[in-house]
């Protein structure tokens, strides 16, 4: 069995995976962003079928930093019960903390920026993009599963890294419009950002098999592995 510990990074309470080889190096961590209403341990499930193609990956799922407004029990990355300027607002609140992880981690584990990937799902793939889009250099790669591109038209002053980013949308998602996926891929190539997109047929809100391994391909793809 992995073992997987709690701890506190930049005050959000996060679930660590660590190597099941504690003798080995890590090269590369990937890190979880749950859903509006779930939390860390939502996603971490993931790192069991992924290990198995990356062994030496470091996982983290951090629990988002508020209660969700509508679940007291889950957690959320910003509110979405405000109209939608506040909403595309939203991700901003969230991103210091998540930038202080990642530091966290370069710091910690000797890892570059380029070798940590994001995999965010819902408001999770919301807050990777957005965070993904604005560092000072370039992730490994970002994967939005059923997630969306905030406030698009903003992008272009405000991109200041340009990871590759893997879009995975099912066309028959009621929560998260499936057009937020033409958008997202038609935006981020504006910006010179290099998209894959996986269109999934007859799914609605959520991950499905084929778009999962296609990210565990993305990440083979993106490391040089």
């Known amino acids: 069995m ?3 510990i709690r701890q506190t990074i930049a005050g959000l309470s996060t679930l660590t995976r660590q190597l099941d080889d504690s003798s080995a190096k890590p090269d590369k961590a990937i890190i979880f962003l749950h859903g509006w209403g779930a939390d860390g341990a939502d996603l971490m499930d993931l ?4 290990a198995m193609a990356h062994p030496t990956a470091l ?15 889950g957690r959320q990355w910003f509110a979405l019960d405000g109209d939608q300027a506040s909403i595309d607002r939203g991700p901003d609140q969230a991103m210091p903390a998540l930038k202080e992880m ?6 910690t584990t000797g890892l570059g920026l380029n070798r940590i990937w994001l995999l965010g799902f819902s408001q999770g793939g919301m ?8 560092l000072a250099e370039n992730l490994g790669g970002v994967m939005s599963f059923s997630g969306a591109l905030l406030a698009p038209d903003q992008l272009a002053k405000s991109i200041t890294s340009r990871p590759p980013v893997l879009l995975v949308h099912g066309e028959d998602d009621q929560v998260v419009p499936f057009q937020a996926l033409a958008i997202a891929e038609a935006v981020l190539a504006q910006n010179d950002v290099t998209v894959t997109s996986l269109p999934r047929p007859g799914l609605d809100h959520g991950i499905d098999q084929d778009g999962f391994q296609r990210a565990i391909a993305f990440i083979e793809e993106t490391s040089g592995d």
């Open 2 to 4: 992995p073992t997987i």
């Open 47 to 50: 790192s069991n079928v992924i």
């Open 59 to 73: 996982f983290y799922a951090p629990d988002g930093p508020e209660p969700c407004s509508a679940n007291p029990m």
């Open 102 to 107: 990642l530091d966290h981690i370069t710091s």
């Open 127 to 134: 807050m990777a993009l957005h965070i993904g889009t604005r």
